[in-house]
Nanobody, 125 residues
Framework: QVQLVESGGGLVQAGGSLRLSCAAS????????MAWFRQAPGKEREFVSA????????YYADSVKGRATISRDNVKNTVYLQMNSLKPEDTAVYYC??????????????????WGQGTQVTVSS
């Protein structure tokens, strides 16, 4: 089992920044690829970003490319998502997720084994 706990969400004005964190516990963190998803009210959960086990490769949705940076610290067992130039359409609950590193990175949420409880990000216009 891997337990994931997100933090760092909040209310921010458009154009502002937030840094989301996801702390992992349980199994060896460095064995898992990590991803961030988000879900806005009435919408499906969508992929935001992912990072491989070593952090050597990162992936971004077109909607956040250039505004988001994913990173991980395998000593602190934490993955981060830095979001800049936030827009009202970024408003959503943000979830981190873990997938065994033996599999390739995917944007399909059902392929991720472990999920956090989510953290709310609200961007006001």
């Amino acid at each position: 089992q891997v337990q994931l706990v997100e933090s760092g969400g909040g209310l921010v004005q458009a154009g502002g920044s937030l840094r989301l964190s996801c702390a992992a516990s349980g199994r060896t963190f460095s064995n898992y690829a990590m991803a961030w998803f988000r879900q806005a009210p009435g919408k499906e959960r969508e992929f935001v970003s992912a990072i491989t086990t070593s952090g050597g490769n990162t992936y971004y949705a077109d909607s956040v490319k250039g505004r988001a940076t994913i990173s991980r610290d395998n000593v602190k067992n934490t993955v981060y998502l830095q979001m800049n130039s936030l827009k009202p359409e970024d408003t959503a609950v943000y979830y981190c997720a873990a997938r065994s590193g033996i599999f390739t990175i995917t944007q399909v949420p059902e392929r991720y084994e472990y999920w956090g409880q989510g953290t709310q990000v609200t961007v006001s216009s």
